[in-house]
Nanobody
Framework: QVQLVESGGGLVQTGGSLRISCVASGNIFSINTMGWYRQVPGKQRELVATVTGGIVRNYADSVKGRFTISEDNAKNTWYLQMNSLKSEDTAVYYC??????????????????WGQGTRVTVSS
């Protein structure tokens, strides 16, 4: 089984910066897509940023130029650097991974995993 654990959330003032992290552990063969989503009460979870194959990076329009996703493949860890934070960035942030695991039978299988969420609150 694979577990994703976020850390680094908290309270920050408008215009400030915060970096959140996600560490994946378990029987991991490879992580093909790493990402971040966020959700506020009463709304659907929305994409913030993803990186696929370490090359293709995708950002929500609302965070382009302010947020950066990065990864450390050797540590199965990825980050979201959030700068120039706004009150509308307040949400629970979830890390997401499309992970290839090696089954006991000896064949690989890809599946999607989510972290438990870390809360980011931006106050004015």
């Amino acid at each position: 089984q694979v577990q994703l654990v976020e850390s680094g959330g908290g309270l920050v003032q408008t215009g400030g910066s915060l970096r959140i992290s996600c560490v994946a552990s378990g029987n991991i063969f490879s992580i093909n897509t790493m990402g971040w989503y966020r959700q506020v009460p009463g709304k659907q979870r929305e994409l913030v940023a993803t990186v696929t194959g370490g090359i293709v990076r995708n950002y929500a329009d609302s965070v382009k130029g302010r947020f950066t996703i990065s990864e450390d493949n050797a540590k199965n860890t990825w980050y979201l650097q959030m700068n120039s934070l706004k009150s509308e960035d307040t949400a629970v942030y979830y890390c997401y991974g499309k992970v290839m695991i090696m089954r006991e039978a000896g064949y690989p299988e890809e599946d999607e995993y989510w972290g438990q969420g870390t809360r980011v609150t931006v106050s004015s």
